[in-house]
Structure formats: C-alpha cells, structure tokens
C-alpha cells in the first residue's frame, strides 16, 4: 500500500481467543488528521480493536496499515520486534489506567521516553516537556510525582507523555473511564484541542455526547462486527439499524 491520505487501514480484522471470536472482519479507513470514535456495547470488541492496531494483540488475520506501513508484516524473532518497535513510536496510545511510572516525577514521566528511544538530550527532552506540560495545563506540576496529582491530572501527564514521542496517530481506550465524574471535562478538553489541531485520533469511549461532537466519523460496534458507521449526524440522529438505535436510547437518555 503506497503512502497517501489515508494514514489507518484495516482490512478484515480477526481476533479469536480458543473458539471464541471477538472481532469477526473488520474494516476501517481513517484518513490523516480525522477522528474516528468506536463506541458499542461492553464485549462488542472496541477495546480488543484498538489494541490490536499497534500490536499488543496479535491477531488471528487480516491487515493493519499505518501511513503505508504494514504493521503486522509476517516477520519473526529480532526482525519482528525491530519492526513493531518502531511502529509503536509511531502511535501515541492512552489506557485506562495512566500507567505513569511512581517513582519518576510528571517531567520525567514525559521525557524518558524521547531520551532512552529516540535519542534526545535532557535538555530537548525537558524544554518539550514543558511544553507539552502547558499544553495540557499542568505548568506547575512538573516536578510532582505521580501520588500526588488527581486522576484527571495523571491522565493529562499520560497524553502529555504520549505526544512526546510526536507520533502520527493517538489512540484513547476509555481515556476517562476510570476517572470521577467531575474530572472527565479536563480530559476531554485535552483530546478536544488535539481534534482542532487536526491529530488523527482513534477513540474508543463510552461518551456518546463527547463522541458527537469530536468526530468526524463514528463506528458502532456489537459481538465483534461493525453494525454501522457513518458521520455523527447520520449515527446519532439518524441512525439505520435497529440495534444502533437501540443502544443509543438507552446511552443518550438523559
């Protein structure tokens, strides 16, 4: 596949664990700078998707593309782990849990990677940092460790730590789900100006509002298939099937 506008493709996406198939064919195009949001059902395959777009599942058939790039080429031992490597600094991902190392302070958190993976020196690794830092609007909070900053707050050094790697695509697995209600917003707000800045975003969330208005297309997912995918006008307010319809009464009741 040669490089154009198109930076993720899968094309028939399968992923069995024993006889139990989660993901049943699946495809996707994202093209560069868009925002593509995955919603469906707890076990219909959203997270298990995501996570198999930069290989930390490995899975039963089908393609991954990034920017030209086929991610799960057919290699073995050395060559493989060379390749998926450096297709991982490729993709800034963001989980759950902030899995933000303890005992390294937020600036830390953010810069070890650029220095031990790609090269930088502390100072270009700390003056980027910063910035990122102020980007998600924790300035004064480089030299915390991470016991002491709230879960909003960790989340936010996490996205940090993500962009500093300067990758072509951010993947979010329920970046807030973990997160009390009332520090949901300062995340959002974060992924909200990677959108505006034209990041290419892949986002799995249970926020069917936030889904709305962030995306440029939305992907309904159920028991491992694609139900429907389209615009967020046409799947939030015109939705055509049944079973999309059907869950979104029930995530969008008020």
Same mark, same amino acid.
């Given at each position: 596949?040669?490089?154009?506008?198109?930076?993720?493709?899968?094309?028939?996406? =399968?992923?069995?664990?024993?006889?139990?198939?989660?993901?049943?064919?699946?495809?996707?195009?994202?093209?560069?700078?868009?925002?593509?949001?995955?919603?469906?059902?707890?076990?219909?395959? %959203?997270?298990?998707?995501?996570?198999?777009?930069?290989?930390?599942?490995?899975?039963?058939?089908?393609?991954?593309?990034?920017?030209?790039?086929?991610?799960?080429?057919?290699?073995?031992?050395?060559?493989?782990?060379?390749?998926?490597?450096?297709?991982?600094?490729?993709?800034?991902?963001?989980?759950?849990?902030?899995?933000?190392?303890?005992?390294?302070?937020?600036?830390?958190?953010?810069?070890?990677?650029?220095?031990?993976?790609?090269?930088?020196?502390?100072?270009?690794?700390?003056?980027?940092?910063?910035?990122?830092?102020?980007?998600?609007?924790?300035?004064?909070?480089?030299?915390?460790?991470?016991? =002491?900053?709230?879960?909003?707050?960790?989340?936010?050094?996490?996205?940090?730590?993500?962009?500093?790697?300067?990758? %072509?695509?951010?993947?979010?697995?329920?970046?807030?789900?973990?997160?009390?209600?009332?520090?949901?917003?300062?995340?959002?707000?974060?992924?909200?100006?990677?959108?505006?800045?034209?990041?290419?975003?892949?986002?799995?969330?249970?926020?069917?509002?936030?889904?709305?208005?962030?995306?440029?297309?939305?992907?309904?997912?159920?028991?491992?298939?694609?139900?429907?995918?389209?615009?967020?006008?046409?799947?939030?307010?015109?939705? =055509?099937?049944?079973?999309?319809?059907?869950?979104?009464? %029930?995530?969008?009741?008020?």
């Amino acid at each position: 596949m040669k490089a154009d506008s198109t930076m993720i493709k899968l094309q028939q996406i =399968r992923k069995s664990y024993g006889n139990l198939e989660v993901l049943k064919g699946i495809d996707l195009s994202v093209e560069r700078g868009k925002i593509v949001s995955i919603i469906g059902p707890s076990g219909s395959g %959203k997270s298990t998707l995501l996570r198999s777009i930069n290989m930390l599942e490995a899975i039963s058939g089908g393609e991954i593309w990034l920017d030209g790039q086929q991610v799960n080429r057919p290699l073995k031992g050395r060559a493989f782990e060379k390749h998926i490597n450096q297709i991982r600094q490729q993709m800034g991902m963001v989980f759950q849990q902030f899995n933000l190392f303890p005992h390294l302070t937020a600036l830390q958190n953010i810069t070890i990677g650029p220095i031990r993976l790609k090269g930088l020196s502390k100072k270009e690794a700390e003056d980027r940092g910063k910035m990122l830092l102020a980007k998600v609007g924790l300035s004064d909070k480089g030299n915390v460790f991470p016991a =002491r900053l709230s879960g909003g707050q960790k989340q936010r050094v996490a996205i940090a730590r993500a962009l500093a790697m300067q990758p %072509k695509v951010m993947l979010f697995d329920e970046a807030t789900s973990a997160l009390d209600p009332e520090l949901v917003d300062e995340v959002n707000l974060v992924m909200k100006q990677l959108a505006s800045e034209h990041m290419t975003m892949l986002i799995v969330t249970h926020e069917m509002r936030f889904a709305a208005e962030v995306s440029d297309h939305v992907m309904f997912m159920d028991a491992g298939v694609v139900v429907e995918q389209g615009p967020p006008e046409e799947i939030f307010v015109t939705p =055509r099937e049944d079973r999309t319809k059907s869950f979104l009464r %029930k995530h969008l009741a008020s």
